[in-house]
């Protein structure tokens, strides 16, 4: 489900252990990006494994900053 931000929950590469919950950092850590790709300018696509689980994830960053995101691993 694709998501945005709002401005305080702006999230970039040096913030995000701050912003994010430790839940959440620990359970990233058990991942692994099998590929990644650019698919344009700042618009990234990921194929994630967690387990025998394998998610697509979308990241859209702008002058290193999260303005969208989406996974189909919802609240699993």
Not at 15 to 34: D, F, G, M, P
Request: hydrophobic letters at 25%; proline letters at 3%.
């Amino acid at each position: 489900m694709p998501g945005q931000y709002q401005k305080d929950m702006e999230i970039t590469i040096k913030n995000y252990k701050a912003k994010l919950s430790i839940e959440t950092i620990k359970r990233s850590q058990r991942c692994q990006v099998r590929e990644c790709d650019e698919i344009s300018p700042g618009d990234f696509e990921s194929y994630v494994d967690e387990l025998d689980k394998s998610y697509d994830v979308r990241l859209a960053l702008e002058k290193n900053t999260v303005t969208t995101h989406s996974c189909d691993c919802g609240n699993a």
